[in-house]
């Protein structure tokens, strides 16, 4: 995905790396978002918004490396750090599916509160770099956390495109007056604003996460 936004974006990355991107609003909860009062569409991420896992990401990807390497060294004697990353990364989500429910609503209150604003004609879908073929699996860990969106969209980008692209190819928004996108990665919502200057952006962080923060720097 790095390699995808970097490739459109160069120097756009550089600065979002280096803190001199557009700054978009940051949340620590969804009830923070004004919502007008007009057809509006709530484009929601997954995976480090809406839920987070309880374990890190280098849990699963130490995990599913550490295998592969035995794997590689087993077979083929030396490996290519390129084959194993590649591996591990795949490996990475086969081992998220199997911890599904090791993981917690990231704001369950605002989240609600959010829902309640919405007029009868707005709606809410979720917008995910997961894979398509994650599709049942990211239904149950929704119901898991008591979110009954049995009947709301999904949209997959697959890992292959970044969020900006795929809205552009493959979503009509033409029928909403406004739209809101929440997303935890800023690359993402950059994406999404070069071609979308009027979807209103805003990058989500967990209110765990800004408290671990502040204890880091804390003396």
């Known amino acids: 995905m790095l390699f995808i936004l970097y490739k459109q974006y160069p120097y756009s990355l550089y600065k979002i790396k280096h803190g001199t991107m557009y700054n978009f609003p940051e949340i620590t909860s969804f009830s923070e978002i004004t919502v007008l009062p007009v057809k509006t569409l709530i484009l929601m991420d997954i995976d480090d918004t ?16 550490e295998i592969l390497e035995e794997i590689h ?7 290519l750090v390129q084959e194993i990353a590649k591996d591990a990364h795949e490996l990475y989500d086969y081992y998220k599916l199997l911890e599904y429910k090791d993981i917690h609503h990231t704001d369950k209150e605002g989240f609600d509160e959010l829902l309640s604003k919405l007029t009868p004609e707005s709606g809410m879908c979720y917008l995910t770099a997961r894979t ?19 009947q709301r969209d999904i949209y997959f980008t697959d890992n292959k495109m970044t ?12 029928e909403f007056t406004d739209i809101i996108c929440i997303d935890d990665n800023p690359m993402q919502l950059w994406s999404i604003y070069a071609r979308f200057p009027n979807i209103r952006c805003y990058k989500f962080v967990e209110k765990e996460e800004v ?3 502040e204890e880091s720097l804390t003396f």
């Open 50 to 65: 809406i839920l987070r896992y309880n374990k890190s990401f280098s849990h699963f990807y130490e995990k599913s490396r």
């Open 163 to 174: 969020k900006g692209q795929f809205i552009e190819q493959h979503m009509d928004l033409s």
């Open 73 to 79: 060294k087993e077979n083929e004697g030396d490996i």
């Open 132 to 150: 398509s073929s994650t599709e049942s699996i990211s239904r149950l860990q929704l119901e898991y956390l008591g979110i009954n969106d049995i």
């Open 211 to 213: 408290i671990l923060m």
